[in-house]
């Protein structure tokens, strides 16, 4: 689907008193009255309204890094570090439960590999290098298993891509990003622990699919791209995450796009194959009710019998490893 993407802490400068302005001593607190000023200076008080008010003081432009002093910083990291760093680029935002499943796996238990994986982000955060969102699933309460990690434009830099205006995502991408990469990471987690060969897994903009069609060149956007390897069977699977926020005739519309880059066979002719499209709803309501979208389409446009599988967040990885065995 479509999608709408951190630096050192800034020092602000906090605007310092004169030392010519008298000084008020603040009211003693439990007394219940103010104390007389010791200065018989007379002090101007201004006052003004809402719509007169002066814009803030801009702050100063932070000074930008150094290539010497990138270098030193990624010189201080280790593997484990820059693979955190090479997620939050893949993934673009990833929580501390997806990262520990794709990086803290070797500790004795889930509290000690959280509890590093803390550290180091902490760590990488501190470095300028990753940036946690304003706002947490779960809201405040949630605590550090609720943050929201992204890689800043600084970690952008230190990995050779460009540096990115930074601006807090909207709910929906932010959201949808999220579900993309629960159903990633879960995968990744199952496959390790099924012993399946997970040989590719791609996101955004990596699995998108350019071809030709009688009106021009499209471009299909699935949100992952999965190849399994088993025992005795592979499997490919093009995902889609849905989060009930689009209508069923839009689904249906998708779901015409990727008939026709089926029937392009570019897919197939580069691959040898055309993956399986698996539709992973937001509940059961919306599975049933694109079943019969798709059992309709099928029956108007010969779509192959086995080209569309829909499913729900809850059986979508025994979904996925399932097809290998």
Same mark, same amino acid.
């Given at each position: 689907?479509?999608?709408?993407?951190?630096?050192?802490?800034?020092?602000?400068?906090?605007?310092?008193?004169?030392?010519?302005?008298?000084?008020?001593?603040?009211?003693?607190?439990?007394?219940?009255?103010?104390?007389?000023?010791?200065?018989?200076?007379?002090?101007?008080?201004?006052?003004?309204?809402?719509?007169?008010?002066?814009?803030?003081?801009?702050?100063?432009?932070?000074?930008?890094?150094?290539?010497? +002093?990138? /270098?030193?910083?990624?010189?201080?990291?280790? &593997?484990?570090?820059?693979?955190? @760093?090479?997620? =939050?680029?893949?993934? !673009?935002?990833?929580?501390?439960?997806?990262?520990?499943?794709?990086?803290?796996?070797?500790?004795?238990?889930?509290?000690?590999?959280?509890?590093?994986?803390?550290?180091?982000?902490?760590?990488?955060?501190?470095?300028?290098?990753?940036?946690?969102?304003?706002?947490?699933?779960?809201?405040?309460?949630?605590?550090?298993?609720?943050?929201?990690?992204?890689?800043?434009?600084?970690?952008?830099?230190?990995?050779?891509?460009?540096?990115?205006?930074?601006?807090?995502?909207?709910?929906?991408?932010?959201?949808?990003?999220?579900?993309?990469?629960?159903?990633?990471?879960?995968?990744?987690?199952?496959?390790?622990?099924?012993?399946?060969?997970?040989?590719?897994?791609?996101?955004?903009?990596?699995?998108? +699919?350019? /071809?030709?069609?009688?009106?021009?060149?499209? &471009?299909?956007?699935?949100?992952? @791209?999965?190849? =399994?390897?088993?025992? !005795?069977?592979?499997?490919?699977?093009?995902?889609?995450?849905?989060?009930?926020?689009?209508?069923?005739?839009?689904?249906?519309?998708?779901?015409?796009?990727?008939?026709?880059?089926?029937?392009?066979?570019?897919?197939?002719?580069?691959?040898?194959?055309?993956?399986?499209?698996?539709?992973?709803?937001?509940?059961?309501?919306?599975?049933?009710?694109?079943?019969?979208?798709?059992?309709?389409?099928?029956?108007?446009?010969?779509?192959?019998?086995?080209?569309?599988?829909?499913?729900?967040?809850?059986?979508?990885?025994?979904?996925?490893?399932?097809?290998?065995?």
């Amino acid at each position: 689907m479509n999608q709408p993407q951190n630096h050192d802490p800034v020092p602000i400068d906090q605007p310092i008193a004169s030392s010519s302005q008298s000084q008020t001593p603040a009211p003693t607190a439990g007394s219940g009255r103010l104390t007389r000023p010791t200065s018989l200076t007379r002090t101007k008080i201004t006052t003004t309204s809402p719509t007169s008010q002066e814009p803030p003081p801009r702050l100063k432009p932070k000074r930008r890094i150094s290539q010497a +002093r990138l /270098y030193e910083i990624r010189q201080q990291l280790g &593997t484990r570090d820059l693979a955190v @760093l090479e997620s =939050l680029r893949t993934w !673009k935002l990833l929580k501390i439960e997806h990262l520990r499943r794709l990086h803290f796996v070797q500790h004795a238990t889930k509290d000690t590999a959280l509890r590093v994986a803390r550290r180091v982000l902490s760590r990488l955060e501190d470095t300028g290098l990753i940036r946690r969102l304003e706002r947490k699933i779960g809201g405040v309460r949630a605590g550090s298993s609720g943050s929201i990690f992204c890689l800043s434009p600084l970690g952008h830099r230190l990995l050779g891509g460009q540096t990115k205006y930074w601006r807090e995502p909207s709910k929906m991408y932010g959201d949808h990003t999220l579900a993309i990469a629960e159903l990633g990471s879960l995968a990744i987690d199952a496959a390790r622990t099924a012993q399946v060969d997970l040989a590719e897994i791609s996101t955004e903009p990596n699995v998108w +699919r350019a /071809y030709s069609s009688p009106t021009g060149t499209k &471009t299909l956007k699935p949100d992952l @791209l999965i190849r =399994l390897a088993g025992p !005795k069977f592979e499997a490919s699977w093009f995902i889609e995450v849905d989060l009930g926020t689009e209508s069923t005739p839009t689904l249906r519309k998708r779901c015409q796009i990727y008939l026709d880059h089926y029937q392009s066979d570019e897919e197939q002719d580069q691959h040898g194959y055309y993956p399986s499209v698996l539709w992973v709803m937001h509940s059961e309501d919306r599975k049933d009710a694109l079943t019969e979208t798709i059992e309709r389409l099928h029956h108007t446009h010969s779509t192959p019998p086995n080209l569309f599988h829909v499913t729900t967040n809850n059986h979508a990885i025994d979904r996925i490893i399932d097809s290998v065995r």
